[in-house]
């Protein structure tokens, strides 16, 4: 765990406000979502579930939370209001986890004690936004938890059993455990490869977010059969967790009606997104494009960009540069102003404002440019990312290298194993 990050016993933050950033209130924490694991391993926290002021409970992802204290929850301000659904592999913390009658494990790993629940802590990783549960506080005897008598004491998640995974079976549980950590590209390529019937029971077991990384990394015919399986408000939560340029082109390979539905059904900002982009031609700049690039006004300094860059749920690609322009700031923007690259960044002082270095001299892509010259200028500039700008002079998006490979690579590059065949590199 990070040093000096706070730890919080959930039961501090049972009905506490959740307030999006700029101070109204969006509702109040009713429970707690984990996701638990094969053995003693600390179950990841996936989020909280919000009452919101229509008393509809929603879910809101940690990734979505910015901050959590004893007495509020600061959210980004993007709530699907959409009601909540527990999952299979999901556990209420506040509902299923406290109160229960669990075991402690000596150190040689017997079961002994029979315990009681009372408080579950939670604690953020590292240098990531991930949350995971990280003590539990018992009491000893066989009262239950309005007893005031037996010892209490508070202990790692790995020293009581009766939470966890069982470590047999082949069930939908045990295989998300098994891939959970696997990268995006890797859990796609295991999904690939499983029967449509375990295909369809992890992918509806997968958080949105997870779920929404892997889709985009999977072949189209394997992306349209597990977004045909998901009911139709899930299937719409999911294509507002991909990026929109991967939403769209899952979108495009989907009849008109299906289209028009699952958009209908999605948040309105992100389906204008993906509506723009379906507007475009599959291989052009505007089709690859994606429309969240960093965008600043000129009057922002080289510390607000570094602040920008250092977001975790950037791809190298998009992180590599910032967009300077007029407002408004999301695409379309007001007026591009030019670009300014990562490295120039390191070379100014922090307070250095944005519009005295950017690169106005690059020329931007139009949204109609063929993939062909898209891939001349990145590779003739030395670019990972570009801007694509309308006749207007509005920024539109960014083509990132990565859209630009997967449709240059053959349809079936995602089947290729990643590794040398035997014998390659070692001089046989």
């Known amino acids: 765990m990070a040093a000096g990050a706070p730890r919080i016993f959930v039961s501090h933050l049972a009905g506490v406000p959740v307030f999006d950033p700029v101070g109204d209130q969006v509702g109040r924490v009713s429970d707690l979502v984990a996701m638990l694991r094969v053995g003693r391993r600390p179950p990841r926290l996936l989020g909280m579930v919000v009452e919101v002021l229509s008393r509809r409970r929603v879910f809101v992802p940690m990734t979505r939370i910015t901050g959590v204290e ?32 669990v075991r402690l494990v000596g150190n040689d790993g017997r079961e002994g004690e029979e315990v009681t629940v009372l408080d579950i802590a939670i604690q953020q990783l590292p240098a990531r936004r991930d949350w995971e549960i990280d003590k539990v506080f018992v009491r000893k005897g066989k009262g239950g938890v309005l007893s005031r008598r037996g010892e ?61 990384d892997v889709l985009e990394e999977l072949p189209e015919d394997d992306q349209i059969e597990i977004l045909g399986k998901l009911k139709e408000e899930r299937a719409a939560d999911v294509l507002e967790a991909m990026d929109p340029d991967d939403a769209a082109d899952l979108l495009s390979e989907l009849p008109e009606e299906d289209q028009e539905r699952l958009l209908t059904l999605m948040q309105p900002d992100d389906a204008a997104d993906v509506r723009r982009l379906l507007a475009y031609e599959e291989r052009t700049a505007g089709g690859l494009m ?51 690259h990562f490295q120039r960044l390191l070379r100014d002082p922090p307070f250095t404002l944005v ?3 950017v690169d106005s001299d690059l020329p931007p892509l139009g949204p109609d440019t063929p993939l062909p010259a898209v891939t001349s200028y990145l590779a003739a500039y030395n670019m990972v990312a570009a801007p694509v700008v309308d006749e207007s002079g509005s920024l539109l998006g960014a083509v990132t290298v990565d859209d630009v490979l997967d449709h240059l690579l053959p349809d079936d590059w995602r089947e290729t194993e990643f590794h040398e065949e035997e014998g390659a590199g070692h001089g046989r």
């Open 355 to 357: 519009s005295s270095i």
């Open 290 to 340: 994606t429309t969240e690039p960093i965008v600043l006004r000129p009057d922002a300094t080289v510390a607000d960009a570094l602040a920008r860059v250092r977001q975790q749920d950037l791809s190298p690609a998009l992180a590599a540069q910032v967009y300077v322009c007029r407002p408004p700031d999301e695409t379309p923007t007001g007026k591009y102003l030019g670009t300014v």
């Open 152 to 212: 209490t004491l508070t202990v790692e998640w790995s020293a009581v059993t009766g939470f966890s995974l069982e470590e047999h079976g082949q069930g939908a549980e045990n295989l998300l455990a098994t891939f959970e950590k696997l990268r995006p590209a890797d859990l796609a390529n295991a999904l690939h490869h499983l029967s449509p019937k375990r295909r369809a029971e992890v992918a509806a077991a997968l958080d949105d977010d997870r779920l929404a």
């Open 70 to 101: 004893s007495g509020q929850v600061i959210t980004t301000g993007v709530v699907n209001m959409r009601r909540f659904e527990q999952r299979p592999t999901e556990r209420l913390v506040l509902g299923e986890l406290l109160d229960r009658r």
